[in-house]
């Protein structure tokens, strides 16, 4: 936790998926201060046509290279998500060559009574996280 979901045009290879996904994991440990092997992530690739990304009326440019990417986690100081912001812009740029502005994100809180992570347990509340 936190889940991290990235929405992506199609045409990146398995490795350069790979990639991605461990630069933004490196973020998150980074940012939010997770163990290590706190990590939950998922892609959906989508064909041109179904994935539209503008930039708000901020003259940012997009490439192929758009990714969007949502994250849903338990609470986070605003300065912690700053730090996730620099550190995943710094590390896809770095890792997988995706510049600043071609990645968009959105985060969405819940609370610890919303995850479980098996056995029909709420893991946070049951102490055993």
């Not at 790979?18 to 998150?28: G, K, M, Q, S």
Request: charged share 25%.
């Amino acid at each position: 936790m936190p889940l991290v979901r990235f929405d992506i045009l199609e045409g990146r290879s398995e490795a350069q998926i790979a990639t991605l996904l461990d630069a933004a994991h490196r973020a998150v440990v980074e940012a939010f201060d997770v163990p290590e092997r706190d990590r939950y992530q998922v892609v959906t690739e989508h064909k041109s046509g179904r994935f539209i990304a503008l930039d708000t009326g901020l003259n940012i440019a997009r490439s192929h290279n758009v990714t969007l990417i949502s994250v849903v986690s338990r609470p986070r100081a605003g300065q912690a998500k700053q730090r996730f912001y620099q550190a995943l812009c710094r590390e896809l740029r770095q890792a997988c060559g995706i510049e600043p502005n071609d990645i968009i994100v959105s985060v969405t809180i819940n609370s610890d009574a919303d995850w479980s992570f098996g056995h029909g347990r709420a893991q946070f509340l049951s102490g055993e996280l």
